[in-house]
C-alpha cells in the first residue's frame, strides 16, 4: 500500500457556476487554474472562476496541507472529540449531506465534494467505496 495522507486531493476541476449550463473541465492542474481567473465560459459566456472563489481554493489547499501535517493518530483523536451537532453549526458544513459519517468510524476513509463558489463550503461526504479507489 502506498503511503496515504490524511487528505488526498483527487479530482481538480472547474465547472461552470451557471445552472442552465453544464461546462465543466473537469482536469486543471493545480498550477494552471490561477489562468482562470475572470475567463469568460466558453459556452455561456458567465465568468467560470472569481477572484474570491480562486482565494477560496487556495485557502482550501492550505487547510489540506496542514491537516496532512498531522499525525494521523493524533488526528484520529481530534476527530473523536468533535460533536458533530456543532459542526451542522458551521457555515462550512451547513447543509452537508452525510456529515454523520465524519464521526461514525473515524478510520473508515471519506470523499468529501468541496464547493470554491463564493464561499468554501463542504457539500457531500461520501463513503470511499473501493471500486472508486485508483488502480
Ligand atoms: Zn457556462
Known sequence: MKDKKNIEFKENGLVCDNTECDWENPNIPDGELEQWIDVECPKCGD???????????KLMMVIVDEINDIDPNTLAEMASKIDPKALKDHPLFEDVEGLELLVEDPNKPLKMTINTHGTLKVDKITPVVETDEEE
Do not use: A, C, E, P
Open 47 to 57: 465568468n467560470i472562476l472569481t477572484k474570491q472563489d480562486y482565494l477560496n481554493y
